[in-house]
């Protein structure tokens, strides 16, 4: 089983599709398909980068496309609920159960309320999908004055996380246009999620930097 077959999958991408309408039925920013590939892409980069294998970065972008699938039974848990949906699709498609166990455990732990970085694949999808942070995710542009969640996405112009394997660091840069949100304002809502990264990194022997607009803030 590989990513690219995965990708493929018309049932997994079902689930994904109605993960992000129930999202978007609530309120939330996009977490389809732009977003998972994204979140595989860096994932599989920041592995590639430190040196792993091909295993483990087809691990890493398997658990990537399916790891908000849980949103489609409800955003409470999704972490979990997805790991167990993902467990069985990938148990019907005949991955080898040591590989499944890689997988779920990196589905199950990274949300930034209850999951922790305890293997190289599950830090490297806590990185890569805690770095997605892009205007372009915001649906209800109209409602981003009024709510602090889609100001801060709005204001995002630009982001890029960036290895550095000789000394040993990896950057997440973003851009703020501040005229619609504040850096304090995105440390408000995303302080958890970076506090996740600085241990994911951590776990992967990285120390963690976060740019914003210039300046070196962690």
């Known amino acids: 089983m590989t990513y690219k077959e995965i990708k493929k999958d018309e049932t997994i991408n079902a689930y994904i599709s109605g993960a992000d309408r129930m999202l978007e039925a609530i309120g939330y920013n996009e977490h389809s ?9 860096t994932a599989r980069y920041i592995l590639r980068e ?3 294998g091909e295993r483990e970065c087809e691990l890493v972008g398997i658990a990537a496309h399916l790891h908000d699938i849980g949103n ?3 955003r409470h848990d999704h972490a979990q609920s997805g790991a167990l949906l993902a467990f069985s699709l990938l148990t019907e498609r005949r991955m080898p159960a040591d590989d499944i166990a890689t997988v779920i455990c990196a589905i199950g732990n990274h949300d ?5 970085p ?8 806590i990185l890569a999908d805690k770095s997605d942070v892009r205007r372009s995710r915001v649906r209800r542009t109209e409602a981003s004055a ?9 204001s995002v112009e630009s982001s890029s996380l960036k290895v550095n394997a000789e000394t040993r660091e990896v950057v997440l840069t973003i851009s703020i246009d501040t005229q619609y949100s504040s850096v304090s304002e995105y440390f408000e809502i995303f302080l958890g999620r970076m506090i996740l990264c ?4 951590e776990r992967l022997g990285l120390r963690f930097r976060l740019n914003i607009n210039g300046q070196v803030l962690m």
């Not at 009024?146 to 709005?154: E, Q, S």
């Open 50 to 52: 430190l040196g792993y």
């Open 146 to 154: 009024a709510d602090i969640h889609y100001r801060v996405n709005y």
């Open 112 to 116: 930034e309320d209850t999951g922790s």
């Open 198 to 201: 600085r241990k994911a990194a």
């Open 33 to 41: 398909f732009a977003h998972v590939t994204r979140v595989a892409e």
């Open 118 to 125: 305890v293997d190289p694949v599950s830090s490297a999808l």
């Open 72 to 74: 489609v039974i409800n």
